[in-house]
């Protein structure tokens, strides 16, 4: 990706944007010193896509991120036997954030 990319809209380059604040326009034709009829005007600057490498490090870490959300799940969805003999799964009981425990639905017993 370029160092100071260039807005597809109006063209100004990102550091001019921070520095100036500037606006997404386009200013028309007639324009004295930066000022004149505003012709186009979106909310906000778009900036060319990124580049190849950029994409398939985002995409690997998307995938990262699904397969954790999917440990994440099969944990709470694991069995947890209770010392009274009830099973049941992490997901179907109270869980104390504190203390980081479980509670039996069966018997209140208290599991890590």
């Not at 005007?41 to 490498?53: D, T, V």
């Not at 985002?58 to 003999?85: H, L, N, P, S, V």
Request: hydrophobic share 25%; with cysteine.
């Amino acid at each position: 990706m370029d160092k100071d990319p260039v807005c597809v809209q109006c063209g100004e380059y990102k550091s001019s944007i921070r520095k100036n604040e500037l606006f997404c326009c386009l200013v028309g034709p007639d324009t004295e010193n930066g000022y004149g009829e505003v012709e186009a005007e979106w909310p906000r600057h778009r900036f060319k896509p990124y580049s190849k490498e950029e994409l398939k490090q985002q995409e690997e870490d998307e995938q990262e991120c699904i397969r954790q959300m999917g440990d994440f799940a099969d944990w709470q969805t694991q069995e947890i036997k209770c010392a009274c003999g009830f099973e049941f799964k992490r997901c179907d009981s109270k869980f104390n954030e504190e203390k980081s425990t479980f509670h039996c639905p069966n018997c209140g017993a208290i599991s890590y």
